[in-house]
């Protein structure tokens, strides 16, 4: 059985940055492929970043060249660094795995958000005056 932990939310004021962290206990992560999603209130979770087992990164339109997602599979943990943040940003995070055979990330046009599972009870972002 895996499961997967997710840290490092809080409350911050506009341009400022959080570093997420997303933990697996279970199997190891080098498996995996790697998602990142959000779920603002009274919204679906959309998928925002997502790293696949050789490192390739895709991110949605809205925060590329903000948001770092990274991964250290020794460590069995993975990252999502999130700068100049804006109160769009608010939501529930979540982390979410894809067996890497499957494609999820990095393979084809667009991430395959939906083949991702195995979320953590997530942790809230907030970005706010």
């Known amino acids: 059985q895996s499961e997967l932990v997710e840290s490092g939310g809080g409350l911050v004021q506009p341009g400022e940055s959080l570093r997420l962290s997303c933990s697996l206990r279970?199997?190891?992560?080098?498996?995996?492929?790697i998602g990142w999603f959000r779920q603002a209130p009274g919204k679906a979770r959309e998928g925002v970043a997502c790293?696949?087992?050789?490192?390739?990164?895709e991110y949605i339109d809205s925060v590329n060249g903000r948001f770092a997602a990274s991964r250290d599979d020794a460590s069995n943990e993975a990252y999502l660094q999130m700068d100049h943040l804006k109160p769009e940003d608010t939501g529930i995070y979540y982390c979410?795995?894809?067996?890497?055979?499957?494609?999820?990330?990095?393979?084809?046009?667009?991430?395959?958000?939906?083949?991702?599972?195995?979320w953590g009870q997530g942790t809230q972002v907030t970005v706010s005056t």
């Open positions: 279970g199997p190891p992560l080098g498996s995996y492929d």
């Open positions: 979410g795995l894809a067996s890497f055979w499957m494609g999820a990330c990095g393979v084809k046009p667009t991430p395959q958000w939906d083949l991702f599972t195995s």
């Open positions: 790293v696949a087992r050789n490192n390739v990164q």
